[in-house]
């Protein structure tokens, strides 16, 4: 089993700073990795899939990068909006998928 | 624009069965390109894939649960269910229904239901 390890588990940062997330697996994903956001109550969103495209609705400041076993998400120019959890997910074993643990991005 | 709702009992005892629709509208569960899953998330903590079914009939469950997890399709009702047996308090949790599909994520998520075990 692929195992995702996101860090930090929290990250604070100051509006309209940048944030960077990582996701590193345990053992090659290629490109299969996706990113989603999630805020208290709410139901996952889909932000990045294949490491690296933007879903449908995802601004631009939000960028993925990454291949194999190590990957980003990098934020730039934080809104409030943007403060909520991250997680990511490979579906390297496709239909079967596995997500990371989370990264808390808060306001610092 | 597909929407997915969950539905079912929130508070199911321990040792019993918890039982979960997920209602499809919007668009139709009988597409080759998707699998229809469900995910989990206990209070305060992350993420956890149950499992997931094409319209086929195929299911894949998580190597951890697939003891106590089936899972089912109704094309003619456009729905997909979750039966997860003997639970116990670990498995209080938010329960979401999801549509995912190889490389491109799960897109399309229900709202989530709360199943609380307690007697």
Redesign the interface.
């Given at each position: 089993?692929i195992v995702l390890t996101q860090s930090p588990a929290t990250l604070s940062v100051s509006p309209g700073e940048g944030a960077t997330l990582s996701c590193r697996a345990s053992q090659s994903v290629v490109?299969?990795l996706?990113w989603?956001q999630?805020k208290p109550g709410?139901?996952?969103?889909?932000l990045?899939?294949?490491a690296s495209t933007r879903?449908t609705g995802t601004p631009a400041r939000f960028t993925g990068s990454g291949y194999g076993t190590d990957f980003t998400l990098t934020i730039s120019s934080l809104q409030s909006d943007d403060f909520a959890l991250y997680?990511c997910?490979h579906?390297n074993n496709?239909?079967?998928?596995?997500?990371?643990?989370?990264t808390k991005l808060e306001i610092k | 624009q597909l929407q997915l709702q969950e539905s079912g009992p929130g508070l199911v005892r321990p040792s019993e069965t918890l039982s979960l629709t997920c209602t499809a509208s919007g668009g139709s569960i009988s597409s080759s390109n998707y699998y229809w899953g469900w995910i989990r998330q206990p209070p305060g903590k992350g993420l956890e894939w149950i499992g997931n079914i094409h319209y086929s009939g195929s299911t894949y469950y998580n190597p951890s649960l697939t003891s106590r997890v089936t899972m089912s399709v109704d094309t003619s009702k456009n729905q997909f269910s979750l039966n997860l047996t003997s639970v116990t308090a670990a498995d209080t949790s938010v329960y979401y229904c999801a549509r995912g599909r190889f490389y491109y994520g799960t897109d399309v998520w229900g709202q989530g239901t709360t199943v609380t075990v307690s007697s």
């Open positions: 089993e490109s299969n996706a989603y999630q709410q139901a996952p969103r889909l990045i899939y294949g879903a997680y997910q579906d496709w239909p079967r998928y596995t997500f990371g643990q989370g | -």
